[in-house]
Structures are given as C-alpha cells and as structure tokens.
C-alpha cells in the first residue's frame, strides 16, 4: 500500500517534523526538499503556516490532495471556497496562540503608553534626554475595548484585568450572548461599535478579515476614540484603513498605535517609510504569536490534527471546510 504523501510547504518547528517522520505510514516531503515542488501531482495532504499562499488553480491542480492543515487560526492565504469545491478538507489549530497573542497586546500598548520605544530611539540617535518630554499615560484601571470575543479576545481580556485591574468592553456582534462568563471575565458587552470607541482608553482588535471586517476602523471610527487612547491590531492587515491611522498619528488624534498586521507583510522600511517615522507608532511583522513554546505546541497540533484526519478520525479539531 502506497503510503499518503505529506508535503510540509513552510518552516515547522523541529519537534512537529519529529512527531510527522516519526509516524511509519506516512512519506514526509519537506520545504527545503527539491521534492517539493511537485506537491500538486502527489501531496495527499498539505501543512502550511502563513507564507504559502493557496488559491484557486492550486486545489485544481491539487488532483490527489484530500487535507491542508494550517498552524495558527487565520486562514486568508487559503481559499477556503475552492478547497470545498474541490473536496478538499481545510483545518486550523485554534486557541493555542491565544495565551501569546494576548500577552503581546499588553506589551505593544505598554511599549506605547509609557513611550519605551520612543525614549529607546531618542537615546540611540544621540538626543539629551529631557524627562519632562518622557511622561506617558497609566493604563492601570483603565478601560480596555475588547473588539471580538473570541479565544484570543478572551485570553486579552482576562491578561488585562490579571495585569491592570482594566475594565473590559467587548463588542462582537455575532458572538452569542453568554460567550463570556461574567464571574471569571467581568465585563461590559456592547451594541455598537461607536459605544466601545468612545469609551475605551485602549482598543484591541481580535477578529478575522472578512468583507465584514475590511477597513473597520476607518477615519469615521478614529476620529470618536479618545486622544488619549491607544490602538492596537494584532488580527489581520486590512481591518484598519492605514492611511486614515496615518492621518490620525501625524494629527495627533489617539495617543499611538501598533500594528501586528499589515494589508502588505512584512513591513519594509521602503513600503512603510511614513510610519516608521513616527514616534506614537510600532510595527511588528506579524510576530503576536512567536514564542518558542507556542510555535512547538501550535506546530505539534497541526500535525496531530492532519494525521486524524488522514486516520478518518470523526470530529476532528479545528475543522474550517
């Protein structure tokens, strides 16, 4: 019996390619073996990070493939439509990056709050430092909108009020009523986007690109935040209109903001120029999620979650399509 051809098409970790060679009845191709390049003839199963981008013309070529599984939660480098239509089973590993993602948000507007990283730069480039032009904004007991509710939203909610005593608003408008439990994640959910903005000190976006989602946060929304208030976007590139935050910061209408996520990743000086020179911004490419620990156990999880499924395993998590 021919063993199923998985083809890893990014950089897992060591421990998750252990785990895949280790399995006898499976035929591992790497990203780094010459092999690779024919994954659309034989790959029954694919894994795959954030750099492999799969559309539609992949899934038609793709004629044996029956899997793709992705480490992390977000999947717009997969056309999740054209892998249904071509029967091909689309997975993620969901809840595993929350616990790094939420604790990069607390460091990003801390970072910004307490301008570390304005001071740190100031320094390097030979400035006499007047302590008077450091002042920052406390966050503690601040209120802190929440805007998506799920596993990473609540992993930041509960890191706030552990680490700031915040009071939390979420806002998700699909998100079912009880989706918080209020004893452990004291909280006030509202109704509309605007209420949240207009109150929060600090806004963290935690949701997924969709049409619904693309520029959220727009000029509208950025001129109702507080001008002390700090944004934060750990999600997806295109949730929050960059021109218009770019307007904002020069403008001085919010305190700062980082962005995690890019429309265009990674961030490059050239592309990025305006932003980099701003001293109430931080850009990170893409890293909310990069510890060591997270990236073993996401990387471990994925191909725990593809061998289930080419075992014929019922309800598989993190199932997508």
């Given at each position: ?7 890893v098409l990014d950089p897992y970790h060591e421990d998750a390619v252990a785990l895949l060679q280790s399995t006898e009845w499976v035929d591992v191709i790497l990203w ?103 002042l920052g904004l406390s966050l503690f007991r601040k209120s802190v909108g929440v805007v998506g509710m799920g596993n990473i939203g609540k992993f930041s909610a509960k ?100 962005l995690d996520a890019m429309e265009v990743e990674p961030p490059t000086l050239e592309a990025h120029r305006d932003f980099f020179a701003l001293n109430n911004m931080i ?39």
């Amino acid at each position: 019996m021919t063993k199923p051809a998985i083809y890893v098409l990014d950089p897992y970790h060591e421990d998750a390619v252990a785990l895949l060679q280790s399995t006898e009845w499976v035929d591992v191709i790497l990203w780094n073996d010459p092999r690779k390049a024919d994954w659309h003839q034989y790959a029954q199963a694919v894994l795959v990070r954030s750099e492999t981008q799969l559309q539609g013309t992949d899934f038609i070529q793709a004629k044996e493939l029956r899997v793709v599984v992705k480490q992390g939660v977000g999947i717009d480098n997969i056309d999740s439509n054209a892998a249904k239509a071509a029967g091909v089973a689309v997975h993620n590993t969901p809840g595993i990056n929350s616990e790094s993602v939420a604790e990069f948000t607390l460091a990003l507007a801390l970072a910004l709050s307490r301008r570390i990283v304005e001071v740190d730069r100031l320094q390097q480039n030979g400035n006499k430092i007047v302590r008077s032009q450091t002042l920052g904004l406390s966050l503690f007991r601040k209120s802190v909108g929440v805007v998506g509710m799920g596993n990473i939203g609540k992993f930041s909610a509960k890191k706030w009020i552990g680490a700031c005593e915040a009071n939390i608003i979420g806002y998700d408008p699909v998100a079912p009523l009880d989706i918080w439990d209020q004893e452990k994640i004291p909280h006030t959910r509202v109704q509309a986007l605007d209420e949240l903005l207009i109150k929060s000190d600090v806004v963290l976006l935690h949701l997924p690109l969709l049409e619904s989602t693309r520029g959220l946060i727009k000029a509208r929304e950025l001129d109702i935040m507080k001008t002390t208030a700090i944004l934060i976007n750990a999600a997806r590139g295109g949730i929050v209109d960059e021109n218009a935050l770019l307007q904002a910061l020069k403008e001085k209408k919010i305190w700062g903001a980082a962005l995690d996520a890019m429309e265009v990743e990674p961030p490059t000086l050239e592309a990025h120029r305006d932003f980099f020179a701003l001293n109430n911004m931080i850009i990170t490419p893409h890293i909310g999620a990069s510890t060591l620990q997270n990236q073993i156990n996401s990387g471990v999880a994925a191909v725990k979650t593809l061998l289930a499924v080419l075992e014929g395993k019922d309800d598989v998590h993190g199932k997508i399509v």
